[in-house]
């Protein structure tokens, strides 16, 4: 069986959509099997546990982390798929056998379950985790410095969504990005970035086989208050992943294969790319670009204008009765030559109404817009 008709079929469908909390997670934590260790390792601010999952004996010790933002759900799925992959008894059992014979992985498969449960970026203090790696001043910041000191891993997963807003310079979306964070201000390539990148590149090499064109790279800005910065500069290797949008994709389902996918080519699981690579291969990945709406209408005419223009809509996700909505907000407006819409529909120069109005501003909610003439509704 293809590892993609593995997946079809077998990756783990309780979890879906953006809002994935610890109430989500409970249920197959407390049913994993005998393979997996499970240990509390300490409390977020509000006081709901922080949980580690260990698989494999091996003596390459890899720590990865998720939701340390917690309106990022999209690896926190992908972690869920792996673990039901590693699980199961019927296929690919050589290859989980060697990566439980040279691995050691461990897990925590949601670092902020109060941001998690309130789907905001931050903590319940409103601190962003990803920039108290040196203060430490919150309880789940500390929790993970703690726990990289005992394990002492020799490569380390920072597990991230990015937004829909970023793109590479060909025009398409960046549906999966990799950083390989610096050390310094420098961003030189020490021993344990060059590693990262060497990871990156094998990751990558798999993935454009699957999505050629949507991997892109972060931006190496030094910052020695993000944790994978920080961890770079203690000499272990770090990767970070970004998980981004694929085509119609807004609650991140195939997202999550892909990162699905590049766990495996990391792990060895596959050996799509050569195991020989070059690092300076990471910097040929292209750079992201926030060059993406969610919705461009192109050729519009509002009000008493005569010349037509471009209107950019971008969606907010606001948490609603338990699920995430996306409510559409007018981004920005005239010509909009260098930036591509996740959808485009070219009125022709037709004059519109936005809420029966005709004027627009920067910022504004979107409940309708219809054509002036005949006041038909523009489905976007």
């Not at 300490?42 to 580690?52: A, C, D, H, Q, T």
């Not at 030094?222 to 992943?241: H, S, Y």
Request: net charge neutral.
């Amino acid at each position: 069986m293809e590892i993609q008709g593995w997946y079809k079929t077998h990756f783990e469908s309780a979890l879906a959509g953006r809002y994935i909390t610890m109430e989500h997670l409970f249920p197959m934590i407390d049913s994993l099997g005998d393979l997996f260790e499970k240990t509390a390792i300490g409390v977020s601010e509000l006081g709901k546990e922080i949980y580690l999952l260990k698989v494999g004996k091996g003596e390459k010790v890899v720590l990865g982390w998720s939701q340390m933002h917690g309106n990022e759900s999209t690896t926190t799925k992908a972690i869920f798929d792996l673990i039901a992959f590693l699980g199961q008894k019927e296929y690919f059992q050589r290859e989980i056998k060697q990566f439980l014979k040279e691995f050691t992985l461990f897990l925590i498969p949601m670092l902020n379950p109060d941001g998690a449960a309130l789907y905001t970026r931050e903590n319940a203090n409103l601190v962003d985790l990803n920039r108290d790696a040196k203060k430490l001043t919150q309880s789940e910041s500390r929790v993970l410095n703690e726990i990289f000191k005992k394990l002492k891993p020799q490569l380390c997963l920072n597990l991230h969504d990015q937004r829909s807003i970023y793109g590479l310079e060909a025009g398409l979306s960046a549906t999966v990005s990799f950083l390989a964070p610096a050390a310094d201000n420098e961003r030189s390539i020490t021993p344990s970035r060059k590693i990262a990148m060497e990871h990156i590149v094998r990751m990558n090499n798999r993935l454009n086989d699957l999505i050629p064109g949507h991997i892109g790279r972060y931006d190496d800005s030094f910052n020695k208050n993000c944790v994978g910065d920080t961890f770079q500069m203690a000499g272990v290797p770090t990767i970070l992943f970004e998980a981004g949008h694929y085509k119609k994709d807004y609650n991140r389902e195939k997202t999550r294969e892909f990162i699905f996918y590049a766990f495996l080519e990391l792990f060895e699981i596959t050996r799509f790319s050569e195991k020989s690579v070059n690092h300076m291969d990471y910097f040929k990945i292209p750079e992201n670009r926030t060059n993406f709406k969610d919705v461009i209408l192109r050729n519009v005419r509002i009000g008493s204008s005569h010349h037509p223009i471009d209107v950019c809509i971008q969606y907010s996700e606001v948490l609603k009765n338990g699920s995430v909505c996306h409510e559409a907000v007018i981004d920005d407006g005239g010509e909009c030559k260098m930036v591509f819409g996740h959808s485009e529909l070219d009125i022709k120069g037709a004059y519109i109404l936005l809420n029966s109005q005709e004027k627009i501003s920067i910022g504004q909610k979107v409940f309708i817009i219809s054509k002036k003439s005949d006041n038909s509704e523009i489905i976007f």
